[in-house]
């Protein structure tokens, strides 16, 4: 009969070395501990270690006779065929039947009860279950995984129907960039970016703070009737990689957007290009800086007449206002600097997209506009006829124009 102590020092050994043991190896020190004891020792290690007899004695019938582990060069764990048999093995049906579940409008029944839920793993696991498949959701996991699936988000690919005039406009702005390039004239992408909550409200991404200490914000994303919102219009100078951003807390309408314009030239622009006897604009074809917006073109007149410059205007096409500059080569860096950091006043603001930089070299400033912009302007026809503007010859009723000073 073996002592209760040594069965307690193997309890203790086991423990400590089951983590780095597979089967064979488990099943192999177990026989040499059981053989070690002699008359006895099986029972003994079989009860410290919780394995069964029946394996400790087939450990030793390896230990004493060579257990062929060895085969070919491979070393097994098993012998040939030995384990739990694969779910594909025992359930030739049940990939078929995952496949239907994951993909009902192809594969399966349109009337699927997983064709209006979320397919997780453990939905898709009951769904098999109550087809007659039993099996676990982290099977489910591995055997999507083994037919190419994988968690994925949308994609926003799809831009609908576009002009059929939309590549040769992008041709007819990229030749127009060019040229002023070369004529060392300036050349600003100009766009407005999405409101922001001014407030202790959740943004978007994740920032380093202490362990266990994430910034509270507010639950629910109601707007602060004092702080209420703010309305960011960029100016993006396309040969000096310099940006500008006019902060404003009233609505986004067309004075507005000029207005921004203004304030880059005359804080940021005029002494960037002093020589300047004409400035492009690239602009998305709605919202603020609409193509059709006639108060737009009544306050660039104003502008113009300011500068005392020419202002060329090319508009992007219908659907295409991610293809401007300003997009991905401002405010994508503005979103990634404010990640994960809550908007909670005005000078926040001001002070994180004025903070923005690149490896590029991307230095941006920025303003904040206390002042009102109402809604509903009309301008009348007689007002529009005042606008010195010169279409060009490509879709200039449209999208391409000068307006000169007078």
């Keep these: 009969m073996v002592r209760i102590d040594v069965i307690e020092t193997l309890r203790r050994k086991f423990n400590r070395l089951k983590a780095e043991l597979d089967e064979r190896a488990c099943r192999l020190w177990a026989a040499a501990e059981a053989l070690e004891l002699g008359h006895g020792g099986i029972q003994a290690v079989a009860e410290a270690t ?15 006779e060579g257990d062929g582990a060895v085969e070919r060069g491979v070393r097994r764990i098993r012998k040939a065929g030995g384990g739990r048999k694969a779910v594909t093995e025992r359930d030739p049906d049940v990939l078929g039947r995952l496949e239907a579940l994951v993909e009902p409008s192809t594969r399966g029944d ?9 397919k997780s793993t453990r939905k898709l696991a009951q769904a098999l279950t109550d087809q007659g498949h039993g099996i ?43 040229a002023f390039h070369r004529a060392g004239q300036p050349v600003i992408s100009v766009d407005a970016k999405k409101k922001e909550l001014v407030g202790p409200f959740a943004n978007g991404g994740c920032e380093y703070q202490v ?7 507010r639950t629910h994303d109601f707007a602060d009737k004092e702080l209420g919102k703010v309305c960011p219009y960029g100016v993006y100078d396309l040969t000096g990689n ?12 067309a004075q507005f957007a000029v207005e921004s314009i203004r304030r880059w030239w005359t804080q940021m622009g005029k002494a960037c290009y002093p020589d300047a006897r004409a400035l492009l604009i690239t602009a998305d074809g709605g919202g603020s800086n609409s193509s059709r917006s006639r108060l737009w073109k009544v306050e660039l007149q104003k502008l113009a007449d300011e500068m005392r410059l020419t202002i060329y205007v090319r508009h992007f096409p219908p659907g295409t206002s991610k293809w401007n500059k300003i997009e991905h080569r401002m405010f994508c860096h503005i979103t990634q600097n404010w990640r994960g950091r809550p908007l909670i006043d005005h000078e926040v603001i001001v002070n994180l997209i004025g903070n923005t930089t690149t490896r590029a070299g991307l230095t941006i400033q920025a303003t904040l506009d206390k002042n009102t912009y109402p809604t509903g302007i009309v301008v009348r026809d007689c007002d529009l006829r005042t606008v010195k503007l010169t279409p060009a ?8 124009y000068a307006i000169n000073p007078k």
């Excluded at 919780?50 to 004493?64: A, H, K, Y």
């Excluded at 310099?242 to 309408?253: A, M, Q, S, Y």
């Design 50 to 64: 919780g394995l069964g007899e029946r394996t400790v004695r087939r450990g030793c019938e390896q230990l004493r």
């Design 110 to 118: 349109p009337m699927s009860p997983l064709r209006w839920t979320c």
């Design 136 to 178: 676990s959701h982290t099977k489910v996991a591995q055997l999507l995984e083994g037919l190419d699936y994988s968690l994925q988000s949308t994609r926003k690919n799809l831009e609908g129907a576009s002009h059929p005039d939309r590549d040769a406009q992008f041709r007819y702005i990229n030749r127009c960039v060019k």
């Design 211 to 217: 362990k266990g200490q994430p910034e509270q914000v």
């Design 242 to 253: 310099r940006g500008w951003v006019n902060v404003g807390v009233d609505h986004d309408t």
């Design 393 to 400: 010859k490509f879709h200039g009723k449209d999208w391409n």
